[in-house]
């Protein structure tokens, strides 16, 4: 089946999306009902989540003809079966890992001092602002006053959807977001995208195996920094979070594997968009979230909301900032091809290095046939990018002719 990539990025962003609500519903729970330690319920998370992944992964394996696995027909076509680590993912895989493991201890303690998820999640949403400036210094893409004022609305908004309905706001909590919790998942949701653009044997990488291979590394960090942590601090954290891992084991499982879910779909939206716009279109997690906050107030598994209308009007402003935010960052997005010829008597390598120097400029690739590079160019405002980038490929004496094509559509296999 044939998706437009579009849209194909809206429905794994939004199906990432809808579970991870479900997830900080389920954790909510498990926190309040039966592992209120943090640093335990952590360590459980990785370690009772590494073989449920495993699992999940050898039954994605089975294969159902010569060439599919159920997991390629179901999950992503990109997926064969579960293998081990390659040399060239090792690197990624180690960041990654690493700030897996810190940002699920930092959202984790953030979920056993707030205990309402409706509250935890809008914090998490300020990542955008970090992510852009990530992006702007690692892929050379300078962001646009659109992006700016989408990153600001968006933030704004989560610090309003922030503020409980109880009407409390956590100092301590926004010491955790913007110090831990935003950074790691930074760290984490970049070197993602980078395992998912991986070629791995000639072939692209597989979002499965990445899930897999992540909780994995970030376990082993999760188990160092706790082992460090009882150390320096007198506890036993680690011992305790073996204990809750065997005790409430069909707990943590089930959360687990509905993660599994939600960081797969997650990972491969993150191989079609920016991080910074996959992010923005998971913010939507703001609004899915609510319900699930209710439904837990309902049952007394959290305190119960206030009817204070000042509250409520705080929290739908909030809400309405994100959605402002989320639709200028997912409307802005163009992309386009230049097939350029170059004189004779030039050094392809030179002008290569000269094309890819552009900004805007994702993708340089010499072809064959009447031209002889093709770029790929991804901007926000078509006039302006247009210009400067047409500018600077006029600019190259090397460059003989060239077309522009802007992409209207594309489409992917799903």
């Keep these: 089946m044939r998706i437009r990539k579009r849209y194909l990025f809206y429905i794994l962003a939004f199906t990432s999306t809808i579970i991870a609500a479900g997830v900080s519903a389920i954790d909510a729970t498990i926190n309040a009902l039966y592992i209120p330690n943090a640093w335990a319920f952590s360590f459980s998370c990785f370690l009772v989540g590494t073989g449920i992944s495993f699992i999940i992964l050898l039954f994605f394996s089975i294969p159902i003809s010569k060439t ?8 992503d076509p990109s997926f064969k079966r579960v293998r081990l680590i390659k040399k060239p993912e090792i690197k990624y895989h180690i960041i990654a890992g690493l700030g897996n493991s810190i940002l699920t201890i930092g959202y984790i303690t953030l979920i056993s001092i ?25 892929e050379k893409d300078t962001p646009t006053l659109i992006e700016i004022q989408s990153a600001i609305i968006v933030t704004f908004g989560a610090i309003l959807g922030a503020i409980s309905l109880s009407g409390t706001i956590n100092l301590l909590s926004l010491a955790i977001v913007f110090l831990i919790v935003n950074p790691a998942w930074v760290i984490f949701s970049i070197y993602q995208r980078k395992l998912k653009l991986l070629k791995i044997d000639g072939k692209p990488n597989d979002s499965l195996n990445i899930r897999l291979w992540n909780v994995i590394f970030a376990c082993i960090f999760t188990t160092i920094i706790i082992i460090i942590y009882d150390f320096l601090m007198g506890t036993g954290y680690l011992i305790e979070g073996i204990s809750v891992s065997i005790k409430y084991f069909n707990w943590v499982a089930l959360t687990m594997a509905v993660t599994f879910f939600s960081y797969v779909f997650y990972i491969r939206a993150l191989g079609i968009g920016k991080a910074s716009v996959t992010q923005a279109v998971r913010a939507t997690i703001v609004i899915l979230v609510i319900p699930f906050s209710l439904l837990l107030s309902l049952f007394n598994i959290i305190p119960p909301f206030t009817t204070d209308p000042v509250m409520i009007l705080i929290k739908i402003i909030g809400t309405i900032l994100i959605l402002l935010g989320i639709s200028t960052f997912a409307l802005s997005l163009l992309k386009a091809y230049v097939f350029i010829n170059v004189k004779p008597g030039y050094h392809i390598e030179e002008t290569m290095n000269k094309l890819w120097n552009i900004k805007g400029v994702t993708r340089v690739t010499v072809i064959a046939g009447k031209y002889d590079f093709m770029i790929k160019i991804r901007i926000r405002t078509l006039i302006k990018g247009y210009e400067k980038i047409i500018k600077k490929i006029e600019e190259i004496q090397s460059i003989k002719d060239y077309k522009w094509f802007s992409v209207l559509k594309e489409w992917e296999e799903i």
């Design 68 to 75: 599919n696995s159920i997991g390629s027909k179901i999950i």
């Design 114 to 138: 707030l205990g309402d998820p409706a509250t935890v999640i809008p914090f998490t949403q300020i990542v955008i602002l970090y992510l852009i400036i990530i992006e702007s210094i690692i």
